[in-house]
């Protein structure tokens, strides 16, 4: 087990200001030191050689929201690394203050991976919260989808600087988590998508960000994600953003396409290019489970002086 492990004193208190809730929230390097540890723990994965580096960790599993995804992974993820996973049946915003409820979850747990509705309300818990909480997802954004699909890129191309990375996809969290990332990292994003659906927020435009309604800008994007179309919209609205097989093989012949689940085929995509050779979805969410659990190391890892 050699090299698995970072260092986690079991008996010192976490850091505070440690929360993941934006993608941007660590640095690059910090980043950078996550991707290639998830790679390491892909390894140990597949071998069934994972690393106790969670043993003696508490963690509060709150799923405020639906999906089943990342926090299925967190939940897998600790057991395999020897924490202990508590599902705790509370929700943001209820009749019990949100200060309240971050001073009782730090009575128990070391850590607090959380799925709900408002980002707003996640920074009101981390604000009095002395775990860290990490986002599990928020309908504004989803660093963790962002930070499992660049795991999995990284461990095929071996890094991601200098990425270009095309979303075909409307404003919605999947996209700003991409713009998020763009914001620390070494990548250029750039959203393809008709002029009512692009993103205007000023705290997410940065010079690593670009919009464009121009199809062709696939072509030569090393990374395509798509996701779900706007409710109630006709689909002559947006049958110009369906990715197929023919859009496909304008691409590069070593691109990498990720359709965020659940795809609805007939929409955002089409049947024929979830089995093009590009498509790497199942495996790139595979990359889910190894990214979160080099989150959770890497915040562990870090202990108050």
Not at 32 to 45: H, K, M, N, T, Y
Not at 164 to 181: C, H, Q, T, Y
Not at 210 to 223: G, I, P
């Amino acid at each position: 087990m050699r090299g698995l492990f970072f260092t986690v004193p079991g008996a010192m208190a976490l850091s505070a200001g440690l929360d993941f809730l934006e993608f941007h929230d660590f640095s690059a390097d910090a980043t950078a030191a996550i991707l290639d540890r998830a790679g390491v723990l892909a390894e140990a994965w597949r071998e069934r050689r994972m690393p106790k580096s969670l043993e003696g960790r508490r963690v509060a599993l709150i799923v405020d929201d639906g999906g089943w995804r990342n926090t299925t992974a967190f939940d897998l993820g600790i057991q395999a690394m020897g924490g202990i996973c508590t599902h705790v049946p509370a929700s943001l915003g209820g009749r019990e203050t949100i200060a309240d409820l971050a001073g009782y979850l730090d009575n128990w747990f070391d850590m607090v991976v959380i799925r709900t509705p408002e980002l707003t309300s996640l920074r009101e818990l981390a604000a009095h919260a002395q775990a860290p909480i990490i986002n599990a997802r928020t309908r504004s954004n989803h660093p963790c989808e962002t930070l499992g699909d660049l795991a999995y890129v990284r461990a095929k191309r071996g890094g991601i600087e200098g990425l270009k990375i095309v979303g075909v996809a409307p404003d919605a969290n999947i996209l700003r988590s991409w713009i998020e990332a763009s914001i620390s990292l070494p990548i250029e994003v750039v959203q393809v998508y008709p002029d009512d659906w692009h993103v205007s927020d000023t705290a997410l435009l940065n010079d690593n960000f670009r919009l464009s309604t121009d199809m062709r800008e696939v072509e030569d994007a090393d990374v395509i994600f798509t996701d779900s179309w706007p409710g109630g919209i006709a689909e002559s609205t947006l049958a110009d953003y369906r990715i197929s097989a023919a859009v496909l093989d304008r691409c590069r012949p070593d691109a990498i396409f990720i359709p965020c689940p659940p795809v609805a085929r007939g929409q955002e995509v089409t049947a024929d290019a979830m089995t093009h050779a590009a498509c790497q979805s199942t495996p790139a969410k595979a990359f889910l489970l190894h990214a979160q659990n080099a989150l959770m190391e890497w915040i562990t890892g870090r202990t108050k002086a």
